[in-house]
């Protein structure tokens, strides 16, 4: 294609000149006629920072049902579902990334929308003045085969929210799975690196492997498919996909084992989490590999969306840390501060009680109701800072603490709680022990707020490294579905319940919520062997 000098100043008589010699020029080079007749794509070719169409390929009418004339009238947004989005894209074609792709979905016609991939760059031979789409449409299962049906799949697989799978793992196998069987890929490794394993706690592997007899040795041992660090250094300092166009010549392939697996081809994309990449995914292909840069593009964009959960937890988290540390600073204010003053208020107060016989009846009982008044007040607020934080977990660990927090619900809240913990447990790092204190706490509250019941039991065990807690309590007609049939679904549990979820699942925890004949039954299952490990994670973004 022929080149042209830099633009003239914006807006200027020479630059909109220059523009339109370059877009014929762009126009009649054979190799854009050709890619713009021959492609199944969207082609168009655009100036102005995407305002203004210069050229469309036939295909638009096609696939969409748009005519050159209309999009050159009304604007070239119009096919998009979201234009904003779309303007969005194209501006940021000239002012951020000389080349970038997006999903965003287009509009028939007709009015119905089709999900897209849109890739785009800007044309050098233009003095970049003109930038050249290409719009991939989901096909109909019925549609085109090949290529454009694997990005069809792609395209249209809906974004899984950060709380649809509660656990991280399954959250990481669930897109690994979705991936694979959208694009027919056998087998595909997640990878944590390192240096970001905190914004991925517990979490340093997945993999999904096709329920074929021939990878079985894979699922025996994954690791025969792991390309070390070299592969994944390199990915995570370009920040962009690696391919790996022939797996022979690969060492780890070397062996009888991994000889007879028929897999041809992979390729390895980045999985940013906030601003780093924290993880790498590596797909293996029975193909040989295909240089379809949309298809790539369209794992990549799955990769961000899972990128964006994953920072969606990790944010989560760090909020209920900083959560605590709040209730932590303000426990400690009542404690010290408030109670002292108020302690101080009940002396004078009752000093002046003593000399009560040189007052009137009136001013007597004045005194009297300030006194009781002030008992009362000091009372709620210790309470309340017990509440907001346990002091005794932090000197005396979490058994201690239990008991004395059972022991004042069942005082105040007139329940008779039936307590069995262990005789001893070892000191867990603080926000371990914290959460299963707020498990209890949240689970005595439900009881007392939604129940009927004037009962209920507290029940811990320790069994294999395996600490299970359990909070009973009675229902003459119990409204939660019974454990055979999965207890309380994630996507129905009420805020304190989803709370727990996410505070245990940092320690590899889980928390379900079932009914078992006229009992309703709060139980979280928590190993201690990921405690200690999780907590000395710092959260990095």
């Known amino acids: 294609m022929p080149s042209h000098s830099s633009p003239a100043a914006p807006n200027s008589p020479s630059r909109v000149k220059s523009i339109?010699?370059?877009?014929?020029s762009v126009l009649k080079d054979p190799l854009f006629r050709e890619l713009s007749y021959v492609s199944g794509d969207i082609i168009l070719l655009l100036a102005e920072q995407g305002r203004r169409l210069v050229g469309v390929n036939p295909q638009i009418s096609k696939s969409l049902g748009y005519s050159r004339k209309a999009l050159r009238t009304s604007g070239v947004l119009r096919m998009f579902a979201d234009p904003d989005a779309a303007r969005r894209f194209f501006s940021g074609l000239w002012t951020e990334s000389p080349v970038a792709s997006e999903k965003i979905a287009c509009v028939h016609k007709s009015g119905r929308t089709i999900p897209a991939l849109i890739r785009g760059h800007t044309l050098p031979e233009s003095g970049n003045?003109?930038?050249?789409?290409e719009i991939r449409?989901?096909?109909e299962e019925s549609g085109p085969s090949g290529q454009h049906s694997v990005i069809s799949r792609?395209?249209?697989l809906p974004a899984v929210p950060p709380a649809a799978s509660p656990d991280l793992k399954r959250h990481v196998e669930s897109w690994l799975h979705r991936v694979c069987s959208a694009a027919r890929l056998p087998v595909a490794h997640f990878h944590v690196l390192a240096e970001d394993a905190s914004s991925l706690p517990l979490l340093t592997h997945a993999?999904?492997?096709a329920p074929r007899k021939e990878f079985e040795v894979i699922r025996r041992d994954p690791n025969r498919l792991n390309f070390g660090d070299e592969l994944h250094t390199r990915v995570a300092a370009d920040r962009a996909p690696h391919m790996i166009p022939d797996l022979r010549s690969a060492p780890q392939f070397q062996t009888p084992e991994t000889r007879g697996l028929n897999l041809k081809s992979a390729f390895a994309v980045p999985v940013i989490v906030g601003n780093e990449v924290g993880a790498v995914s590596v797909f293996f292909s029975t193909d040989p590999l295909i240089q379809d840069s949309l298809l790539v593009d369209a794992i990549c964009l799955l990769a961000r969306e899972l990128g964006h959960a994953i920072q969606f937890r990790a944010l989560s988290l760090k909020l209920t840390r900083l959560q605590d540390e709040e209730r932590r600073r303000l426990a400690s204010e009542l404690h010290d501060t408030v109670a002292q003053t108020i302690s101080v208020l009940l002396l004078d107060l009752e000093a002046v009680q003593q000399e009560s016989a040189v007052f009137n009846s009136a001013a007597v009982a004045a005194l009297d109701r300030a006194v009781s008044l002030g008992r009362q007040s000091l009372q709620e607020i210790r309470s309340l800072s017990y509440l907001l934080h346990p002091p005794v977990i932090d000197a005396l660990g979490l058994l201690p603490s239990l008991r004395v927090f059972i022991q004042g619900f069942s005082r105040r809240s007139g329940m008779r709680i039936v307590s069995e913990l262990p005789n001893s447990l070892p000191r867990m790092p603080?926000?371990?022990?914290?959460?299963?204190?707020?498990?209890v706490q949240e689970g005595l509250i439900n009881v007392q707020r939604h129940s009927r019941s004037a009962s209920a039991e507290v029940h811990m065990t320790v069994s294999s490294g395996i600490v299970t807690l359990r909070v009973v309590n009675e229902a003459e007609a119990p409204s939660?579905?019974?454990?055979?049939?999965?207890g309380l679904p994630f996507e129905k549990a009420g805020v304190g319940i989803s709370g727990m979820r996410e505070r245990l699942h940092a320690f590899g925890g889980e928390v379900n919520l079932f009914s078992r004949g006229e009992k309703i039954i709060l139980e979280a299952v928590i190993p201690l062997s990921k405690a200690q490990r999780s907590a000395q994670l710092p959260l990095k973004f």
């Open 129 to 133: 003045q003109l930038a050249l789409v």
């Open 154 to 156: 792609l395209l249209r």
């Open 207 to 209: 993999w999904h492997v």
């Open 20 to 24: 339109a010699l370059s877009s014929k």
């Open 480 to 486: 939660v579905p019974s454990l055979e049939s999965g």
């Open 430 to 439: 603080r926000d371990w022990e914290l959460a299963v204190f707020r498990v």
């Open 137 to 139: 449409l989901a096909q």
